[in-house]
């Protein structure tokens, strides 16, 4: 494919790949088309393993451990990216967590330790690489990218405390562009439709959930990795020089129907 556009001599630090279904790992292989330069970071030896080989398959070799918990390891990292690419154009933020056990009945049941743990992974992260980013971003036009979920804007069953991880991470992102702005980096979130991924192996009755969307979305189907991977690009590019701050939906227009569809148009299958 031909793309429209290039990322040539661009540097993207890549946080959340977990195997080839991550959409990470979607978003990835999209700013590798552009030609941008990639770097990768994983959490623990079993991810390790699966991370390694796909860094290779774009020609990547810095393949960094990072706990997003610790502000150590995350200087550790762009100190290391600093000394092997210098300047730093795309941080990709694809981070999220939360216990099992949070995600099986009702919102309130959710443990203390549990929804600290949540929101720092899912959320305070994005500060924390944000600000150790920072020196490697300035003077230029750098974009910042995270991934939410319609599970921010309003309720959705078994979602819970991710919901609320996820709303807070929304607002993170315009705080942030706002900080930013005068530095001449945006700051932007993907709210992607539901995806078969390791970390949607946690959520209860998701394949329910993968169902409803492919027949309530207007489009009739369910969106694809391939399809956030496009949307990343394009908020990562020159193309969107002039927006910051926003959450954009790709999710075959789940987002604005309000009921299910009914028509005789039968849903894609799942």
């Not at 959705?156 to 005068?182: C, F, Q, T, W």
Request: hydrophobic share 45%.
């Amino acid at each position: 494919m031909t793309y429209p556009l290039s990322l040539q001599g661009k540097n993207a630090l890549i946080f959340g790949v977990a195997n080839e279904r991550s959409i990470a790992w979607g978003i990835a292989e999209e700013l590798h088309r552009a030609g941008a330069n990639l770097a990768f970071t994983y959490a623990g030896e079993i991810l390790e393993k699966r991370v390694k080989p796909l860094a290779e398959s774009v020609g990547s070799k810095f393949v960094e451990p990072c706990d997003v918990t610790s502000d150590e390891q995350i200087e550790k990292v762009m100190a290391s990216y600093k000394e092997n690419f210098g300047r730093l154009d795309i941080l990709i933020h694809a981070v999220a967590f939360a216990d099992r056990e949070d995600l099986k009945e009702h919102f309130y049941t959710t443990s203390r330790k549990g929804f600290a743990m949540a929101m720092d992974i899912s959320v305070y992260s994005l500060v924390a690489m944000t600000r150790a980013a920072l020196p490697l971003m300035e003077g230029g036009d750098g974009s910042i990218l995270t991934l939410s979920y319609y599970g921010a804007e309003k309720v959705v069953s078994k979602y819970n405390i991710m919901g609320v991880a996820k709303a807070a991470l929304e607002a993170s992102v315009r705080y942030l562009a706002n900080d930013l702005g005068p530095r001449g980096i945006r700051v932007n979130a993907i709210s992607a439709g539901p995806i078969k991924t390791l970390a949607a192996s946690g959520i209860g009755d998701f394949r329910a959930m993968l169902k409803h969307h492919a027949g309530t979305a207007p489009l009739r189907r369910n969106v694809t990795q391939e399809e956030v991977g496009k949307a990343a690009l394009y908020l990562c590019s020159p193309l969107a020089s002039g927006v910051t701050g926003e959450i954009m939906y790709v999710d075959c227009g789940y987002n604005i129907m309000s009921v299910a569809a009914n028509d005789k148009e039968p849903a894609a299958e799942v």
